[in-house]
């Protein structure tokens, strides 16, 4: 069974441009879990610009929802996540001038933090991820830091499909961490830029087991609704 993690950040951008409290985050949190989300994403970034600390425990505090947690490296935020013990954290870099998550960590220069890092999150019993571009030399790295899981980024191949650009080498690059991360007992994840088409041929490789999508489900639940939106997902990755 391959599991489809919803990303409910932007329900909180959303909340957030009016200063109030709707739409609740936390009741999207219940709402997507009911209607057939393997788990929920948040990132709670540096600047709060979207889920906040109140989010963050309430949403790991719903029983019987698995909650994976998106965090930097920042030592605070480590430190609320620590405090709010969501069941996974994913480790993604942060650059507070971006308007998303850009690119993969840089495994090598921040091995030494990501490992500690890695270590205390694991001495608490919750399964660690890192968000990585799909690099060979990435998926080695993260076996050696202890990472249970990597996700890997999938933002080039999305914008490559989306702009009807050959993608045979970015899904061919993918495909090869996929099977590596795999032979080396590493969970494999997928996630960002996601949409319909770009998740339809992910899930033709069989070593993904968990896919995490966002501001594409939320923005097609606009037209659709999300209970629709997430039964298209959930389809998609019944076929594979
Ligand atoms: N996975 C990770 C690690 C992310 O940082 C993001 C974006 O916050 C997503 C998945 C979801 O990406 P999108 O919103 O483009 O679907």
């Known amino acids: 069974m391959i599991r489809l993690g919803v990303n409910i950040d932007h329900v909180a951008t959303l ?14 949190a219940k709402f997507v879990k009911k209607i057939g989300a393997d788990s929920i994403t948040i990132h709670l970034r540096e600047d709060r610009r979207h889920i906040n600390d109140k989010d963050a425990k309430k949403i790991c505090q719903i029983k019987n ?11 605070r935020i480590v430190k609320v996540a620590l405090k709010v013990k969501p069941s996974f954290i994913c480790i993604v870099p942060e650059n507070r001038k ?10 090598k220069k921040n091995s030494f933090k990501i490992k500690k890092i890695i270590s205390k999150f694991k001495k608490e019993n919750i399964r660690t991820s890192l968000f990585i571009n799909p690099s060979v030399d990435d998926i080695k790295i993260s076996k050696k830091l202890g990472s249970d899981c990597v996700e ?7 914008n490559l499909i989306k702009s009807k650009k050959d993608y045979s080498n ?24 996601l949409d319909y088409k770009t998740t339809k041929v992910l899930s033709k490789i069989k070593q993904i087991k968990e896919f995490n999508i966002g501001h594409y489900l939320i923005g097609e639940s606009i037209f659709y609704g999300l209970k629709n939106v997430i039964k298209n997902f959930k389809e998609i990755l019944k076929k594979k």
Do not use: F, M
């Not at 971006?98 to 495994?107: A, D, M, Q």
């Not at 899904?171 to 996630?191: F, M, P, Q, T």
């Open 170 to 193: 970015e899904l061919n690059r993918i495909k090869k961490c996929s099977i590596l991360a795999d032979n080396l007992s590493i969970e494999v994840h997928a996630g960002h830029g």
């Open 98 to 107: 971006e308007i998303t998550t850009e690119g993969g960590l840089n495994l």
């Open 65 to 75: 929802l698995p909650v994976n947690l998106e965090i930097s490296t920042n030592y």
């Open 15 to 28: 909340r957030n441009a009016r200063g109030e409290l709707h739409p609740d985050p936390i009741k999207a």
């Open 152 to 158: 890997i980024h999938t933002g080039k191949l999305s």
